[in-house]
T-cell receptor, first 112, second 116 residues
């Protein structure tokens, strides 16, 4: 089955700097890759997603890139702000599959 | 913006007791899911539900688990005889009809289940 690896597990960046979180997946049939942000005690909140027919997608300060050949995808957050502090999960899913397979998460700390 | 709602927010139950977790998915969504997250770990898929039946389940979802859509709005997860290792945050999620490819899954705030 699908396995999603995510790193780093913890990331600290100065406010205003960029943060990059990287994930790899094992199943070449996966074609949908959502990213979730989870604040302490809250729900996982979908922040951006990308499908395998696209190499890059951007939404304001957040962008995601996908390399299907290498089976890896990354989340980029620019001009980080204190409210970006949270745990970020990457995930993968196959077409027609119901389940989303999550990575183990990255705890992002934005330092003042 | 419509949201998935879950009740209760926290459930404390004695080991061996039955527990029912409740969810109200987003009203026009057709796919419903349960996931769990053991403290400090990743979110794990349990089961999906579509057209009034289970469409997919994980190995975690054994005979002690069941799901039901008792009416047009609620979606429930029942654990028949709880074990200590069932202690976790349980998230309900829902997604819209799929035409081409998977649709985003929207999560509720979760129910923290504590088994004593």
């Amino acid at each position: 089955g699908e396995n999603v690896e995510q790193h780093p597990s913890t990331l600290s960046v100065q406010e205003g700097d960029s943060a990059v979180i990287k994930c790899t997946y094992s199943d070449s049939a996966s074609n949908y890759f959502p990213w979730y942000k989870q604040e302490l005690g809250k729900r996982p909140q979908l922040i951006i997603d990308i499908r395998s027919n696209v190499g890059e997608k951007k939404d304001q300060r957040i962008a995601v890139t996908l390399n299907k050949t290498a089976k890896h995808f990354s989340l980029h957050i620019t001009e980080t702000q204190p409210e970006d502090s949270a745990v970020y999960f990457c995930a993968a899913s196959r077409a027609g599959d119901d389940k989303i397979i999550f990575g183990k998460g990255t705890r992002l700390h934005i330092l003042p | 913006e419509p949201e998935v709602t879950q009740t209760p927010s926290h459930q404390v139950t004695q080991m061996g007791q039955e527990v029912i977790l409740r969810c109200v998915p987003i009203s026009n969504h057709l796919y419903f899911y349960w996931y769990r997250q053991i403290l400090g770990q990743k979110v794990e898929f349990l089961v999906s539900f579509y057209n009034n039946e289970i469409s997919e389940k994980s190995e975690i979802f054994d005979d002690q688990f069941s799901v039901e859509r008792p009416d047009g709005s609620n979606f429930t997860l029942k654990i028949r005889s709880t074990k200590l290792e069932d202690s976790a945050m349980y998230f309900c999620a829902s997604s819209d009809y799929r035409v081409l490819g998977n649709q985003p899954q929207h999560f509720g705030d979760g129910t923290r289940l504590s088994i004593l």
